[in-house]
């Protein structure tokens, strides 16, 4: 199995469905695509040919095997596409579906629930880059000055001779006053703040998105980041 793809076992997912997957995505990726989350259906009977979803930077990918797994269908949808996506929990297991502008609903059940969380927040972070695109600054271009290296020169050897004959002139001034400075106190925190465990699951991703736009946007370093993303989907 290729090295890139290991990292999508860590979730309770079919190593063999995996496998079956990562060997057809080489010849459907494109130029640039990378696959962000692998989620696999799990249901309570042993299922040998499970449905998979494939979540990229440009696409949603449904896989479905067929012909006792020798063949797959592989259905995909664009980011631009899609409207909106939702997640559902169920005892077994929860559902992830979405929906398209042109009103195509698609779901997959079955899929364990913290896979589900994360395609639910992987996609709702490339909706939001989406509609709130990264722009880069055009940088400035640096004002190389003149040099004038005699006059400076001159400059310097008058300003040094003034100092040094300036110091043997005046006499040390000891200060007689003391300055004192107080304490500076902690700020508190704001008593109006909800906790995480107070809010419902809307606003818990609503605050993720905000962290990912102060990322984007530099205000925020990646461990950062990946900090507020893993307290905030222990609460959801």
Known sequence: MKEQFKKFLNEEQDPKAIEKITSKLNDLLMKGEEVGYIAVQKKPAI?????????TN????ICKPKNLGLSMDFTDYTWDEIVGTFVKENILGSEFSFSTKTDIQASIDYIPKIQARKIFTYAKEQLDILKNPVVTATPIQ???EPEYEEEEEAIEEVETEEVTNYAEIMPAITPSY???????????PSTGERKLSELSKEELFDKLQNYKKLLDNGLILQGEYDAY????LSYM
């Open 178 to 188: 003391t300055e004192t400075f107080e304490p500076i106190q902690p700020a508190q």
């Open 47 to 55: 299922t040998v040919f499970p449905d998979s979803i494939v979540l």
């Open 142 to 144: 640096e004002i190389v």
């Open 58 to 61: 440009k696409r949603i990918i």
């Open 229 to 232: 993303k893993k307290e905030i």
